[in-house]
Structure formats: structure tokens, C-alpha cells
């Protein structure tokens, strides 16, 4: 069976639900397919597994064609060969784990069929347990079940839906160490569906954002996030900071563009082209702010820096959200700022306080992102 296999994947159609998809997963790569729910993304990953047609276009898995709308050909799922993790696993209730990973096996020879099965329990870490019933396990446990039996095939490709949907926050920490361990061993494939942009940049290597069944905008998890195509993606990355702002200046020999947030002038390491004295919409995530003790004056030499009341502080274990307005302008900033941080800051609401925003995080959105 040959490994090594990219998929290359351009498909589209109108019904029932419109899809356009037009995208390639190498070897040894996850890509992680993104998007609010009934967005496209269980049927995009059908339609890679054969369990629906689209009505145009063509998926390649290296020099196999597996579906041709324009010559007919579509191969089933058997044929293509899947690895495929249902949302819920999918598991036969009434087979012990080993059973259940057996059952996927049946182009396997019957003797060598147990060895494989207990082989890839072992990879999941489940050895000693593979008489168990579905029931008797974990929902983490389930899940290597449903990881195992789906990668004891060796197949082409693995397909995983909302792989960690099912399970709690600590046994999803574990599998995302786990999923990325086994990573390194597959030389196949590897695309997952999540709703979850954690998850994406915890484990893609590339993403495809996905709404309303077209795609906004792919590439590397990092670039996406820092560089949004529009504001649609910008907040379907869940970048909550996203403002009006006027052209003022362009530099293009520094890459530099300035413009204002009301009365203040920020400074941008990026210089799209624009004119002087058009609106913009720009977008800083997260990471491009910083909160400084006034006292240390470690702000001094920044650009970029804005004096903000503090509105609110939710603290939420090693992590706490700050929501702060801009003095005299009003804008909202939301940003997540270490718990131990603003204790020693002493930001609590009613405190004044100045901010910087980093030149190099900040993003201005295409102009012609207002959306409509």
C-alpha cells in the first residue's frame, strides 16, 4: 500500500449545501479544517472519505484518482482506503476494545488480524485493557479505541471529526500530546474538522478557516492568526480587538503606515497600500499588548502607547481577562493578561493605566472588509 501520499482536494457544488474547497494535505501534515458549526466541514470531510459526491471537481490521494466528477469515477470509502474518527467515536457497544479494532481489519489476512489490533492498543497506551466493552472505559479511553481501530487499517488518510468534542478539558490535554506523539509516526495525511481555534493552532500544521461553506482563508495556524484576511476571519480567529482608524502617513521604503484611533496616532510595521485619509478597520491580537507598571517606565520608549481605564478583571485560574477603555476616545480593549500579572500591577477596575500596542502585531484589515 503506498504511503507517502499528498492529498490534493478541488471540489465544489451549489446543493444541496453550497462548498467550494480547493486545497492540499501532504504527508505526515494535519490540517485542521475550522468553522462555526453547519458550516461545511463534516460534509468537506465526507466527501474526502467518498460518504458523499460533490457535483464538480476532482480528489487525488498521490497518483490515485479518487473521485472525477466531469470522467465519473468515484471510488467508495473501502476503495480509498479511509481512516475515518466519527464524532462519537462509532464504536460497536457489544465488541471489547480489541474486537472493535479487529473489526475495521477485514482486508487484513484472519491471522494476522488480533496481532495488528493489540500492536496499534499498545501505540494508544491502552494495553491491559483490550477485553474491555465500550462502556467499561473512559471517554479518553473510547477515544483510542475509535484512534486505534481507525489507524490499525494503515490507512491512506486519516480523517478526524471533532476528535476531542466528546471528552473533558484534562483527557483532551493528554490526547493533544498524544495525537501529536503519533504524528511524527504517520506518513499520511492527517485532516481534522474542530470548531475550536485552540485546537488548530495546539496541533495544525495548516488550517483552512471555513463559513457558510467557503473557504475565507488558508495557511500555517500563526499566519492566519496574525494576518486575517478580513474581518470575518478576524473574528472567527476569536481576535476581539478590532477598530476604526484613518490613514494619516505611509512610509513604504520602512513598511510603516500611521493612522489615528480617534485623537491618538498608531504606528503599523506594515504598509498595504492605501491612501492618505482612508478609513480603515485594523485588528491587534493579543499578544501585541502589553501592560506596564506607570512606575517602572519601561513604557517610555514605546510607540503606540495609550492611557486606559480598566472596566473589568475576570480571573479565570493562571489567566485573567482585562477590559479596558481607551481615556478619552472610549474604544474597548479586551486583552488576557497573566493572573500573577495583574496582581502586581494592581489593575482593578477604576485604575488608570497605559498601555503599549507592538507596531509589528498590529494588522490593518483589507479595506474592503466592511462587511456588509
Known amino acids: 500500500m503506498p504511503h507517502n501520499a499528498d492529498l490534493i482536494c478541488d471540489i465544489s457544488q451549489t446543493l444541496p449545501i453550497p462548498l467550494e474547497a480547493h486545497f ?30 460533490p457535483q464538480r471537481g476532482h480528489i487525488h490521494c498521490g497518483d490515485r484518482l479518487w473521485f472525477d466528477a466531469e470522467q465519473s469515477i ?39 488480524r488480533k496481532q495488528r489490533a493489540l500492536d496499534w492498543l499498545e501505540r494508544v497506551n491502552l494495553h491491559g485493557l483490550p477485553d474491555r466493552l465500550p462502556a467499561q472505559l473512559s471517554g479518553g479511553q ?23 468534542s466528546a471528552v473533558d478539558k484534562e483527557t483532551r490535554e493528554r490526547l493533544y500530546i498524544e495525537l ?15 470548531h475550536d481555534i485552540h485546537e488548530a493552532l495546539l496541533l495544525a ?14 495557511g500555517k495556524p500563526s499566519e492566519v492568526l496574525s494576518h486575517p ?16 482608524g484613518q490613514v494619516v502617513s505611509q512610509d513604504i521604503e520602512r513598511n510603516m503606515t500611521q493612522f489615528t484611533l480617534g485623537d491618538e496616532l498608531i504606528v503599523s510595521d506594515s504598509a498595504p497600500a492605501l491612501a492618505v485619509g482612508q478609513s480603515i478597520r485594523w485588528v491587534i491580537p493579543n499578544q501585541g499588548i502589553r501592560f506596564n507598571a506607570i512606575s517602572s ?32 476616545i472610549g474604544s474597548i480593549i479586551n486583552a488576557d493578561v497573566p493572573t500573577h500579572l495583574v496582581h502586581k ?9 497605559t498601555i503599549a500596542l507592538k507596531s509589528d502585531q498590529i494588522h490593518i484589515l483589507s479595506a474592503q472588509s466592511e462587511l456588509g
Open 24 to 53: 492540499s494535505c501532504r504527508a505526515g501534515e494535519v490540517l485542521a479544517v475550522v468553522g462555526p458549526s453547519g458550516g461545511g466541514k463534516t460534509t468537506l470531510l465526507r466527501m474526502i472519505a467518498g460518504l458523499s459526491l
Open 74 to 112: 468515484s471510488l467508495t470509502p473501502q476503495q480509498r482506503h479511509i481512516g475515518y474518527m466519527p464524532q462519537h467515536f462509532g464504536l460497536f457497544p457489544h465488541l471489547s476494545a480489541l474486537d472493535n479494532v479487529i473489526s475495521g481489519l477485514d482486508h487484513v489476512p484472519k491471522e494476522l
Open 142 to 164: 473510547r477515544q483510542r479505541v475509535a484512534l486505534a481501530r481507525a489507524l490499525a487499517r494503515e490507512p491512506a488518510i486519516l480523517l478526524l471529526d471533532e476528535p476531542f
Open 180 to 194: 501529536a506523539r503519533l504524528k511524527q509516526q504517520l506518513s499520511i495525511p492527517v485532516v481534522m474538522v474542530t
Open 205 to 218: 500544521d495548516k488550517m483552512i478557516l471555513i463559513s457558510q461553506g467557503q473557504m475565507l482563508q488558508q
Open 229 to 244: 484576511n478580513n474581518e470575518a476571519v478576524a473574528r472567527q480567529m476569536g481576535l476581539r480587538n478590532i477598530f476604526d
Open 297 to 328: 517606565g519601561r513604557l517610555c520608549k514605546s510607540l503606540n502607547k495609550l492611557e486606559v481605564l480598566i472596566e473589568s478583571v475576570l480571573v479565570m485560574g493562571e489567566s485573567s481577562r482585562v477590559i479596558a477603555s481607551v481615556v478619552g
Open 345 to 353: 500591577l494592581a489593575l482593578v477596575p477604576g485604575v488608570q493605566t
